[in-house]
């Protein structure tokens, strides 16, 4: 069973994770597990309190197939989290890594995004990272972007993201496009 790693933290935002959520497990067969660099309780963006209880430790511990990082406004902040060990950690340990919106910032401080095609809210958005040399890289895209298992996406495409995390887990193409239809059927 392939093994998705959801990183919260406190304030994170509700609708980038909840499709990975709320169908990976029941729906594919994908386990996914919950971790925060500041375990214990705390809410997302939009008041939903949560107890997150197991630590970025255990989830290098678990060994997942992708580690994926939720965004949230504390990623804009100087007390960001420091998460650059552990998501090199998990990279080297085979997992793919993943950012959404806030994210991609924690992926950009970790130097993750300075060789590889990648997006976010925007170019100006990575700009705020200390250290970020990736600009020449950025692709302005309103869907996910996953080169060399790295997968990278603005918060206003969960859907796109999902299907990527999911591909990178494993889950079969047929299931994937099943997913992205059942989802975009209210626009056809």
Request: hydrophobic share 45%; proline share 4%; glycine share 10%.
């Amino acid at each position: 069973m392939a093994r998705v790693a959801l990183i919260l933290t406190p304030g994170f935002v509700d609708w980038e994770y909840a499709f990975i959520a709320g169908t990976a497990s029941p729906f594919y067969g994908i386990d996914v597990r919950f971790f925060s660099p500041t375990t214990g309780h705390f809410r997302s963006q939009g008041g939903l309190a949560v107890t997150v209880d197991s630590s970025l430790q255990e989830c290098l511990d678990w060994k997942p197939d992708v580690v994926v990082v939720i965004g949230g406004m504390v990623w804009e902040r100087e007390e960001a989290p420091d998460i650059r060990d552990f998501l090199h950690a998990s990279r080297s340990s085979g997992a793919i890594i993943a950012g959404i919106c806030g994210g991609t910032l924690a992926l950009a401080g970790a130097g993750l995004l300075d060789t590889v095609a990648h997006t976010s809210n925007s170019a100006d958005f990575l700009q705020t990272v200390v250290g970020y040399k990736g600009c020449a890289l950025y692709q302005s895209s309103s869907r996910a972007v996953t080169a060399d298992r790295i997968i990278t996406a603005p918060g206003t495409a969960p859907v796109s993201f999902t299907c990527a995390v999911f591909e990178g887990a494993g889950l079969a193409a047929e299931s994937i496009s099943q997913f992205r239809s059942m989802l975009a059927a209210e626009h056809g």
